[in-house]
C-alpha cells in the first residue's frame, strides 16, 4: 500500500449497510454514506465507471453526496451575528441580545448532537463486531444479519460458556 497514492481507480463498494467507495490500487475507503459521512457525486460518477450495474448521478458535483444527495460540509454553517436589518439599519440591543442567545443555544445543540452521534458510532461499531462475531460462529452465516434478540442471546450465551471455561465447569 503506498501512502501516495492518487486514488485514479476507484470502484463502488457495499459497506456493512451502505455503500462507498474504494481505491482499486490501494484499498483505501475513500467515503461511505453513512450518518454525517458522505462522498461526492464526482467521485461516485467515478467509481461507476469500473462497475457496469452502478447507476451514475445526474450531476458530478464535488459538494453533493453522491448516494443519499445530501449538501457536503466540513464545518456546521457559520450563524452571523446579526446586528443590523437588511436595510443596514442598527438593530435594538434587545433584538441583538436575543441573536446572541440563541445562536449560544444552536452552539450548545450542535455540541450535544455531535455527542449523540458519537454514541451512535460506538454502539454501531459494538453492533458490528458482534454481528461479525454471530456470523463466524456458524457456516452459512455470512449473509444474515440476526435481529438483537437472537444477537444478545449469542452473545450471553458466549459470555456464560467464557465463565464456565474460566471456573472450571
Not at 82 to 109: H, T
Not at 133 to 152: F, K
Request: with cysteine.
Amino acid at each position: 500500500m503506498s501512502d501516495n497514492c492518487e486514488h485514479k481507480h476507484v470502484r463502488p463498494e457495499v459497506c456493512d449497510q451502505t455503500l462507498g467507495v474504494v481505491c482499486c490500487d490501494c484499498s483505501k475507503l475513500l467515503g461511505v454514506c453513512w450518518g454525517d459521512e458522505h462522498f461526492s457525486e464526482s467521485l461516485w460518477n467515478r467509481a461507476c465507471l469500473n462497475d457496469p450495474d452502478c447507476v451514475k448521478c445526474k450531476l458530478n458535483r464535488d459538494d453533493f453526496c453522491g448516494l443519499c444527495g445530501a449538501y457536503i460540509s466540513s464545518q456546521p454553517e457559520p450563524i452571523e451575528d446579526l446586528v443590523e436589518d437588511e436595510d443596514g439599519a442598527p438593530l435594538p440591543e434587545s433584538v441583538q441580545k436575543q441573536c446572541r442567545e440563541m445562536k449560544a443555544k444552536i452552539d450548545a445543540l450542535r455540541e450535544e448532537v455531535a455527542g449523540f452521534e458519537e454514541s451512535f458510532a460506538l454502539r454501531d461499531k459494538a453492533d458490528m463486531r458482534a454481528i461479525k462475531m454471530w456470523q463466524a460462529a456458524a457456516p452459512g452465516r455470512e449473509l444474515i444479519w440476526p435481529d438483537h434478540a437472537d444477537l444478545v442471546v449469542f452473545l450471553l450465551e458466549r459470555i456464560d460458556a467464557l465463565e464456565d471455561r474460566h471456573h472450571g465447569k
